[in-house]
């Protein structure tokens, strides 16, 4: 039984690990803070579609798929992680969010989404633009 | 451990996994999930498991063997995204050899860690796996050392008595460009037995029908298809080293990924030298659950 008994422990100390691992990465300050590390150079980026109307649909469609499982609902926030309807994430460049979108914040456990064109990526911040502010949030991602 | 009671957990797994992707299809957590998964079953690109997220595949690969029977490979994997720079894995395997027999050939469990915070112009992954399969393993997950369509001819009843138990390092370098993904893997692979580290390489590249999204649900548009090719194949191994005396593949594909969280991928795949199958068919689903870790988390924890 030592074939078992080796793949019932590492079984069960790979699951261990992984499950601890989200709580071990527990953000400790604003997630917020990382909108304001963005580069200046990709902060000053223009969203190319700024003028397509079809823009902010497809990103809700996009957003939906992609975002909202963590996000929450029309973006106001899930346990995972925080709202996109703060004054922060409003008011923030849309350079800065594109720039966040590609290069996530893996230690906070936002994923990278570069595995999106940049054309979805880009609808995706058209329509989290589009969105608004909308009161309090949850400013620091919770974890289960 | 007897093998009966090994091919008894093995197909116990398998039904498992089978019963679980046939409820997911019914089920109300069958809600849109972010599959964005590219063709490739061989090569891996530095696109990590979203944190939290549970991956179901199954995957085939029907092959052709000239001087033996044919034979069919499949294996299920759970893929857990445990961070969002760190993905972990569990594999079973199996195959049938037709007119032999169906047989349970061993697990694999394997890490992939992202080292780099932000994305760069190449992004490495660093991948870690050890496997206890015996040598009737046919899934061909990579190809390395002097690995040659003629190492298949050997019958289920003895292949399956030598066992190899392996770690396996790869080194990941993948950039995303302009919608297209290239990818480079290099292995390096080491028999826990008195076996010398053998090498293996694959190569990728991929693109969606469509950059843009579609203004609306759906199933069918361009975006949620994508294309590619990859390359691999064996490096020989310490002693001699080089693309001679291996096998070489070369294998356009195409992944459909569905806005409700499934994955098809097909890839035909067509041997580029002597030593290689001359034709294999490969293909697989998966199904990723969104959020799993918090479900798992809230059965133990008591809360939601």
Redesign the interface.
């Known amino acids: 039984?030592?074939?078992?008994t080796f793949?019932a422990i590492?079984?069960l100390a790979?699951a261990t690990?992984?499950?601890r691992?989200?709580d071990a990465?527990k953000p400790k300050e604003s997630v917020y803070t990382e909108l304001e590390k963005v580069p200046d150079k990709n902060k000053r980026m223009k969203n190319p579609l700024a003028n397509d109307p079809?823009a902010a649909?497809?990103?809700r469609?996009?957003f939906?798929?992609?975002c909202?499982?963590c996000h929450g609902k029309a973006g106001m926030g899930g346990?995972?992680a925080p709202s996109l309807r703060t004054e922060e994430v409003q008011n923030a460049a849309p350079g800065a969010i594109f720039w966040i979108l590609?290069?996530?914040?893996?230690?906070?456990?936002?994923?990278?989404w570069?595995?999106?064109?940049?054309?979805?990526r880009w609808?995706l911040v058209s329509f989290i633009k589009s969105m608004g502010a909308a009161g309090t949030g949850s400013d620091t991602a919770k974890t289960? | 451990?007897r093998l009966s009671?090994?091919n008894w957990?093995f197909l116990l797994s398998l039904r498992f996994s089978y019963v679980l992707l046939t409820l997911l299809t019914f089920s109300p957590m069958a809600r849109?999930?972010?599959a964005?998964e590219?063709p490739y079953i061989v090569a891996y690109?530095?696109?990590?498991e979203?944190?939290?997220s549970l991956e179901i595949e199954y995957f085939s690969t029907l092959g052709t063997q000239r001087g033996g029977p044919n034979y069919h490979a499949f294996w299920s994997e759970f893929e857990?995204?445990?961070?969002?720079?760190?993905t972990?894995e569990?594999y079973l395997d199996g195959q049938t050899t037709f007119g032999e027999s169906t047989i349970f050939t061993g697990?694999r469990?394997e890490n992939r860690v992202?080292p780099l915070?932000?994305?760069h112009f190449i992004n490495p992954v660093l991948y870690v796996e050890?496997e206890?399969v015996n040598e009737a393993d046919k899934i061909m997950k990579e190809v390395e050392g002097h690995d040659v369509e003629s190492d298949y001819l050997v019958p289920n009843g003895v292949a399956r008595q030598e066992k190899a138990r392996e770690l396996e390092f790869k080194l990941i370098l993948s950039r995303?460009y302009?919608?297209w993904?290239f990818t480079q893997n290099t292995i390096a692979a080491k028999n826990l037995s008195n076996h010398p580290w053998e090498f293996g390489y694959a190569l990728g590249a991929s693109r969606?029908l469509a950059?843009?999204?579609?203004?609306?649900?759906c199933n069918f548009c361009g975006?949620h298809f994508i294309a590619g090719v990859e390359m691999y194949g064996g490096l020989g191994d310490r002693y001699s080293f080089g693309l001679h005396d291996t096998s070489h593949y070369l294998a356009p594909g195409l992944a459909w990924n569905l806005?409700s969280g499934w994955t098809f991928r097909v890839e035909p795949t067509f041997g580029l030298n002597d030593q290689s199958h001359r034709f294999l068919l490969r293909w697989g689903v998966s199904y990723e659950i969104?959020?799993f870790?918090?479900m798992?988390?809230?059965l133990?924890?008591g809360r939601e």
Do not use: C
């Open positions: 039984m030592r074939i078992t793949l590492s079984f790979f690990l992984a499950l691992a989200q990465s079809d649909a497809a990103g469609v996009l939906e798929e992609h909202e499982e346990r995972k590609a290069n996530g914040v893996v230690r906070k456990r936002m994923p990278v570069s595995k999106l064109p940049d054309p979805q609808q289960p | 451990m009671e090994l957990l849109p999930a972010r964005q590219n690109d530095h696109n990590l979203e944190p939290g857990y995204g445990a961070t969002a720079w760190w972990t569990f697990y469990l992202r915070k932000d994305e050890f206890n995303n302009k919608g993904n969606p950059l843009k999204g579609a203004a609306h649900r975006q806005p969104p959020g870790g918090r798992a988390g809230s133990f924890k």
